[in-house]
């Protein structure tokens, strides 16, 4: 039997790596990939709590999450290709538009 | 059996994530990634949500990752330079950062896990699609509603960005 500590630390490695990649990546898709690793780690979390204390609720959380990521990367993806339409480029070190 | 089939998919997903912040190519990325859903949906039915599991492949793997994969093929953007060609301070601190947030929750992690419960009975029901569709559509049905909104303006929300230069244009000429 598996305890919980162990789903728990495979999300807290998950949503570090996701977390790293966010920060060095510098192609605007790879970072929207990294946020979407970081959001499923967090869904195995709330799925493992769920399990082992037999409580739907996680669940019906994680079903809205993957609603909210749905919408999150339409949304991202288009702005990214807008963001391309103007750069000619989806690195994120050249998009300056909310810089000063 | 679930221990070692829990190994298993834990290794694999953390190769493969680590696979796809570490890769080059892009295209590359987004299958490494097609294959960390895939065994967390997995993991997922080791933790009897097998409702979930099937969401998370048909919609994660199926739809977003296609939409992923459909954009990348599209803008053509495969050219990031070699990711670790020259050491910046930028990395160290990411890695720096990156390292702090883990072993924080690593700790938090330690000291919680003797306190949780273990698994109960009747929870084998909980995971199905009956159980979770009973709970969402009492309980849950505003949130669920809401849901629905905040669907259809997202897709209004990226019709508006893909056509806005495209009617800019035309007004101009």
Same mark, same amino acid.
């Given at each position: 039997m598996v305890g919980i500590d162990w789903y728990l630390a495979l999300s807290a490695i998950l949503f570090t790596i996701g977390a790293i990649g966010v920060l060095i990546r510098r192609n605007a898709i790879v970072v929207f990939m990294c946020v979407e690793l970081m959001l499923n780690a967090v869904n195995l979390s709330l799925i493992s709590f769920s399990a082992f204390h037999g409580d739907v609720t996680g669940q019906i959380l994680v079903f809205f999450s993957l609603s909210v990521a749905a919408a999150e990367a339409v949304v991202g993806l288009a702005i990214i290709i807008s963001i391309f339409r103007n750069n000619l480029s989806v690195d994120i070190t050249k998009v300056n538009l909310l810089r000063w | 059996m679930e221990t070692y089939l829990f190994v298993l998919f834990a290794v694999i997903a953390i190769a493969s994530a680590l696979g796809m912040i570490l890769n080059k190519s892009t295209v590359n990325s987004a299958l490494m990634l097609v294959i960390n859903l895939v065994t967390l949906s997995g993991i997922y039915l080791l933790l009897n949500a097998q409702f979930l599991a099937l969401i998370q492949i048909l $919609?994660?793997?199926?739809?977003i990752m296609v939409l992923f994969l459909f954009v990348i093929m599209l803008l053509n $953007? !495969? !050219? @990031? @330079? +070699? /990711?670790?060609a020259k050491f910046r301070v930028k990395y160290f601190i990411a890695f720096l950062l990156g390292s702090v947030i883990f072993a924080q929750i690593l700790y938090s992690i330690g000291g919680a896990a003797e306190l949780l419960p273990e698994i109960s +009975?009747?929870? /084998? @029901?909980?995971?199905?699609v009956e159980a979770l569709g009973d709970v969402l559509y009492t309980d849950f049905l505003f949130t669920f509603e809401m849901t629905a909104i905040l669907l259809t303006a997202a897709v209004v929300g990226a019709l508006m960005l893909a056509q806005f230069q495209v009617k800019k244009d035309e007004d101009s000429e």
């Open positions: - | $919609v994660y793997a199926g739809a $953007v !495969d !050219d @990031e @330079e +070699s /990711l670790f +009975s009747d929870m /084998l @029901e909980a995971g199905t």
